[in-house]
């Protein structure tokens, strides 16, 4: 049990604990909903340029920025499309996982 353990090793739990709930946390705070305006596409990278407004949950200011994207998402944009789209942060890299006009 826990409470029979010493006390160095009951620390190195919560700490495993806590670490574990921060990730988990972090990770639920890498998603979020955006609009913006398409810029340019490039269906065969499987990329698509938005500039959009501040995205706080992703600690990003207003600009435009090249997302990662599933080509088949494409198939109904062009430049100049107003959107609405839910982004995420993957290895340092942001990916839109849905998007509508």
Aim: charged residues 20%; without cysteine.
């Amino acid at each position: 049990m826990l409470f029979n353990w010493p006390p160095v090793h009951r620390a190195a739990a919560a700490a495993v604990v806590v670490v574990a709930s921060i990730q988990s946390v972090a990770a639920y705070a890498q998603e979020a909903n955006a609009a913006g305006e398409v810029r340019r596409i490039d269906a065969q990278a499987g990329k698509v340029t938005i500039t959009q407004g501040e995205i706080p949950a992703l600690q990003l200011p207003a600009m435009s920025l090249v997302y990662r994207i599933d080509p088949a998402l494409l198939k109904d944009l062009k430049p100049g499309d107003k959107v609405r789209f839910t982004a995420r942060r993957e290895n340092g890299q942001y990916v839109i996982i849905r998007i509508a006009k």
